[in-house]
């Protein structure tokens, strides 16, 4: 079997030539244009010097884009060559994209507009000789460094033939995530792992050729590969919302016809705060999933007011078990994890398993707390020149290889897993362990916001003396909001102040930077 995730691009080029598969900003390409343009791409991959597989990995392409048609067509361009893609974010610090660069080895950089405006002498230096832009002759380009760049629209039209051959245990794409040694860490995600994901989404979804999806997310975070490939997978068209478009997200739905719908819950809270998610606004969406936070009981009432024609699903995944892992319907009445607030994660996907282990590595019995653990065909091969890593998130444990998700969580008795917040999120306050999530969880209900954000300040000696929240608006009354958090938790984990934010700082995946809130209160302290 070739598992190429380009095959069900090749596949609706032949057999349904002339529908759409991706919209972006006034442009669209047809099925058939996308395969042509994708293979034109490989074409020019393969024939360069320095392609040839190393020590039996597939090549790697640098993907320096995102949220572009161009960076749609790089991937499946990077995949229909049989090679392994590798998103570089244009807005990341130039010192982190050059530390990409110099972990990766790789045989071409493929960038958009935008990543093209990031090839300075610098970053070009430590790029392989192939790099492909939109237009070499762009005025930002000094003269001597056009004459190593391809032009994409130069590149000659070819005869579209079948992707090539990948087999399921070649890399499909590696995607860094943080470390915490402030060195990024590339998680390695198999072809035939991401095989196996979309299988498990499709049935899951069910989603159809008529299906009109959206992509919400960076290139660099890995919800991408789902919204692009199971799209594809059906035959559906992708409509990429613009980073500059985020809070007329409902618009933009509205105008594009979308029937399916992925994001972050931090988007639906943007959308409370600003008043855009009014009831019915979004009646032709038949199908709405969240991850990568919690979802809370606030979030899915807006949505399901909002979207009343769809069905709603809760997700839950690291990059490390391949996008999601674990999941729900969320139905009438909503179900929620007790003191939480928060939809539960449901269980695992056909094929996978979770687990809940403590700090000694023995399983846990059900309503009991621990660390969440995953195995199955879709984990990661691991990370990237880094076996004591691997080794250590990866361990073998009853038999099964696991991945250690880092992730507190239970089983209830009906087997379905509850999120409780990161195991690195639990913070010493005046002696005492506190766990950030579970005063965001109540910060949110008594405030009534989605976007809220908590963290230890101020720290003496890796300790903290006290918490500080943050919530999204323009004005707070953080008396009463720390009244109403009285009854519900004990006085060491009551925040000392409350701050309003009215732009709240998100990261890169959509979620509340608590960084960035960190190094806010240090600049007004210093």
């Not at 360069?48 to 884009?65: N, Y």
Request: glycine share 8%; proline share 6%.
């Amino acid at each position: 079997m070739n598992h190429n995730l380009a095959c069900p691009v090749y596949g609706h080029s032949l057999t349904t030539p002339d529908a759409l598969a991706v919209a972006c900003e006034g442009r669209s390409l047809s099925y058939a244009q996308t395969a042509q343009r994708a293979a034109q791409l490989a074409q020019c991959l393969t024939q360069s010097e320095d392609w040839p597989r190393r020590h039996g990995a597939l090549p790697r392409v640098g993907i320096l884009a995102s949220r572009s048609i161009e960076a749609c067509l790089a991937v499946l361009g990077t995949c229909w060559a049989g090679a392994t893609y590798v998103p570089i974010g244009p807005g990341l610090p130039e010192e982190r994209l050059l530390k990409i660069l110099a972990a990766c080895r790789l045989s071409a950089v493929i960038a958009d507009q935008q990543g093209a405006k990031r090839l300075s002498k610098n970053v070009l230096d430590a790029c392989p000789p192939l790099v492909i832009v939109p237009d070499a002759h762009a005025s930002h380009f000094p003269e001597d460094t056009r004459k190593r760049l391809t032009d994409f629209a130069s590149l000659p039209h070819v005869e579209v033939s079948e992707p090539t051959h990948v087999d399921a245990n070649d890399t499909a794409y590696i995607i860094f995530t943080s470390g915490t040694t402030g060195v990024p860490k590339g998680v390695m995600i198999s072809a035939g792992a991401i095989r196996h994901f979309i299988g498990a989404m499709s049935d899951l979804l069910g989603l159809r050729s008529s299906d009109r999806t959206v992509e919400t997310c960076e290139l660099g975070f890995d919800v991408s590969v789902h919204n692009m490939f199971s799209s594809w997978e059906a035959g559906a068209s992708l409509h990429i919302l613009p980073a500059t478009q985020v809070m007329n997200a409902v618009r933009f739905a509205r105008e594009s016809g979308l029937t399916v719908w992925n994001s972050v819950p931090s988007l639906v809270g943007m959308l409370r705060q600003t008043k855009a998610l009014k009831p019915d606004v979004l009646p032709d969406l038949r199908i709405s999933h969240f991850g990568g936070e919690q979802l809370t009981d606030a979030a899915v009432a807006a949505w399901r007011a909002a979207a009343p024609n769809s069905l709603i699903y809760n997700l839950y995944g690291p990059t490390e078990t391949t996008i999601y892992c674990l999941g729900r319907g969320v139905e009438l009445p909503t179900p929620l994890t007790p003191g939480r607030d928060a939809v539960p994660i449901g269980t695992a996907f056909a094929g996978s398993e979770a687990a809940i282990f403590d700090e000694h590595g023995a399983a846990i019995i059900d309503n009991r707390p621990g660390e969440l653990a995953i195995a199955g065909p879709q984990l990661a091969d691991g990370y990237l020149d880094a076996p004591e890593l691997t080794a250590q998130r990866f361990p073998t444990r009853l038999g099964k290889r696991w991945y250690l998700t880092g992730d507190l969580s239970l089983r209830d008795e009906s087997g379905q897993f509850h999120y409780l917040g990161r195991i690195d999120n639990q913070v010493k306050v005046l002696g005492h362990r506190v766990e950030l999530e579970e005063i965001e969880a109540h910060l949110r209900v008594v405030a009534d916001v989605d976007l809220v954000g908590a963290v230890p300040w101020p720290m003496v000696e890796g300790s903290a003396r006290g918490i500080v929240a943050f919530v999204g608006g323009e004005a707070v009354d953080a008396e009463r909001i720390c009244r109403e958090l009285r009854t519900r938790l004990p006085a060491y984990m009551i925040p000392g102040k409350v701050f309003a934010l009215a732009n709240m700082p998100l990261n890169h995946s959509g979620k509340v930077d608590r960084r960035s809130l960190r190094d806010l209160l240090e600049r007004e302290s210093a």
